[in-house]
C-alpha cells in the first residue's frame, strides 16, 4: 500500500528553523512528483512547496519563497521540507502528498492522490 508519513514537527521558537521529513513506501518513488501543504486551524488546506521526480525543478507557494527549501532523496525514498525564520503564521499540519500521474497543477490538492498523516508544527513568540 502507498504510505506516506511525516515526521520532525515540533514546538519551535519563532526565528528558529526545523526540518520536517516524509518517508514513502509502495510505490516507485523516483518517478513521482511530491508536494508539502499546509492546514491552520479554521483555515483551507494550502499549497506550501512542490518537487518534481528528479529534484530538478521546485515551485513554492509566495507565502514562503525565501524561507522553505523542498528537497529529496529517491535512494532514501524521502521528501523533505526545511524551514527558516519560523513565525506564527506557519503554525499548522503539514502534509506530504504524492502527485498524481501526469498532472501539472502543482499547487492544487486535487493534482495529488496520496497524502499522510501530517506533523503538528507550532511556533511559539
Known amino acids: 500500500q502507498v504510505q506516506l508519513v511525516e515526521s520532525g514537527g515540533g514546538l519551535v521558537q519563532a526565528g528558529g528553523s526545523l526540518r520536517l521529513s516524509c518517508a514513502a513506501s509502495g510505490f516507485t518513488f523516483g518517478i513521482y512528483g511530491m508536494g508539502w501543504f499546509r492546514q491552520a486551524l479554521g483555515k483551507e488546506r494550502e499549497f506550501v512547496a512542490s518537487?518534481?521526480?528528479?529534484?530538478?525543478?521546485?515551485y513554492y507557494a509566495d507565502s514562503v519563497k525565501g524561507r522553505f527549501t523542498i528537497s529529496r532523496d529517491n535512494a532514501k525514498k524521502t521528501v523533505l521540507l526545511q524551514i527558516n525564520n519560523l513565525n506564527a503564521e506557519d503554525t499548522a499540519v503539514y502534509y506530504c502528498a504524492r502527485r498524481a500521474t501526469a498532472t501539472s497543477s502543482y499547487s492544487r490538492s486535487s493534482s495529488y492522490d496520496y497524502w499522510g498523516q501530517g506533523t503538528q508544527v507550532s511556533v511559539s513568540s
Open positions: 518537487i518534481d521526480w528528479s529534484g530538478g525543478n521546485t
